[in-house]
């Protein structure tokens, strides 16, 4: 057997194709749909992917701002720039790029963006509502990652699914997205005993842990679902996953690949979340969008 690799640029190019006439009749409207991104210190890899999300939005009709602090910045300036974006009527979506710097605490900073405009999906009003089965923002990698499974046609009611990884921009919101999707799920992680008697069982296995090699061929069940949601550095230089590629490659159904898997997904949520705050804007105000 050989996995079917589910190729996340090019879904992720069929989706942003879908979202570009709903960005263009914003902008007829006279409403340009507006991204800010707040860049706090000079992580190189963090310079990367706001690099990558300024040049998508661009590609589909959105605004998009870049604000950068200083690494020394304290977190009283970064809450005081959120309350101006919050103020604008120009921006719909407030991204903060993580890592934040040791002084500032990512969980103030995501609270006080307004949740109307939390393109992330990461306020816990958010993910209080997404818990609720209510959701609004959906977080953009457990969304895009959601997207990867649908492109397979698995319908997932009644499969077993296992996520490896408990965070609260990963793990814990695919858990209930796949939960709502009628899986039944196993959220493991770091203290959890025994995995690979988890994962073999896995019709769907979603890691996310961020350490090469996490889980290896035998650990997963054959012509399962696998979404490797880790990104890493090996000693060679090459950017990896979490799962062993080239052995999984030969056990499982679908599998996504590292580099070009669940990231283009990431970025293309954070595009259609953005759209959608602008989409929900107009409709408050009363403004009409023409086909």
């Known amino acids: 057997m050989t996995a079917v690799v589910i190729d996340g640029r090019q879904l992720a190019q069929r989706l942003r194709t879908e979202c570009k006439p ?12 507006g ?8 992580n190189p890899a963090s310079k990367i ?4 999300k300024i040049k998508a939005c661009n590609e589909v009709g959105i605004h ?22 919050n103020a604008d009527p120009g921006i719909h979506g407030i991204l903060v790029q993580l890592p934040l710097p040791a002084q500032i605490a990512p969980a103030a900073v995501i609270a006080r963006v307004s949740p109307e405009k939390d393109v992330d999906g990461l306020h816990p009003c958010n993910l209080g509502a997404l818990t ?7 977080p953009c990698t457990p969304a895009g990652i959601m997207e990867m499974l649908k492109s397979t046609a698995l319908d997932l009611t009644g499969k077993e699914a296992v996520v490896v990884g408990r965070s609260n921009i990963v793990g814990k919101p695919v858990a209930l997205l796949l939960l709502q999707a009628g899986a ?9 005993r025994g995995l690979a008697a988890h994962t073999r069982r896995a019709d769907v296995l979603v890691s996310a842990v961020g350490k090469p090699r996490t889980i290896g061929g035998e650990m997963i069940k054959p012509g399962a679902a696998v979404i490797d ?7 060679d230089g090459r950017l990896v996953g979490d799962v062993d590629y080239a052995a999984a490659l030969l056990r499982a159904g679908w599998i996504t690949p ?4 669940v990231g283009p997904m990431t970025i293309t949520m954070l595009l259609c979340n953005t759209i959608l705050s602008a989409e929900r804007y107009a409709a408050k105000h009363g403004i009409e969008l023409l086909d």
Request: glycine share 10%; proline share 5%; hydrophobic share 40%.
């Open 22 to 33: 709903r960005a263009d009749r914003l902008n007829a409207a006279g409403i340009a749909p």
């Open 35 to 42: 991204l800010a991104v707040v860049l706090v210190g000079d």
């Open 49 to 52: 992917y706001v690099r990558n």
């Open 64 to 85: 998009s701002e870049e604000h950068v602090l200083g690494g020394d910045s304290p977190i009283e300036s970064v809450l005081a720039l959120i309350d101006r974006l």
């Open 132 to 138: 609720a089965g209510h959701q609004r923002f959906v």
């Open 184 to 192: 039944t799920v196993t959220l493991c992680h770091s203290h959890t």
């Open 229 to 235: 949601v880790g990104i890493n550095r090996s000693p």
């Open 258 to 261: 590292v580099p070009g898997g």
